[in-house]
Nanobody, 122 residues
């Protein structure tokens, strides 16, 4: 299983970006897809998580500004980020909780993407 993240870049404060993450490979079932972020010198923090049952949670910094969505048919997750602030500058990493056809009996495993850099500055 591979997770491919894209959509990062530079944006001015107050701007918006949309990140995408697509999972591919021998996927049987996805429990959740999530976005984390890590700024230099900081620990990795949860930004947003969306379960297949549609339940959603956001990290405190994302509430009211970011929206996570999923396209289950495409095994994809998206993060719409609005009203971006310099403090949002970080590497954003996609994570998915997945069972595959490669493991019997099926077990949920965590898979991580390579990260995409978001820079917010004027």
């Amino acid at each position: 299983v591979q997770l491919q993240a894209s959509g990062g870049g530079w944006v001015q404060p107050g701007g918006s970006l949309k990140l995408s993450c697509v999972a591919s490979g021998s996927i049987r079932e996805i429990n959740f897809m999530a976005w984390y972020r890590q700024a230099p010198g900081n620990k990795r923090d949860l930004v947003a998580i969306k379960f297949t049952d549609n339940s959603t949670n956001y990290g405190q910094s994302a509430k009211g500004r970011f929206i996570i969505s999923r396209d289950n048919g495409k095994n994809a997750a998206y993060l719409q980020m609005n009203m971006l602030e310099p403090g949002d500058t970080a590497v954003y990493v996609c994570c998915a909780h997945i069972t595959t056809y490669l493991t019997q009996p099926p077990m949920f495993e965590y898979f991580w993407g390579q990260g995409t850099l978001v820079t917010v500055s004027s």
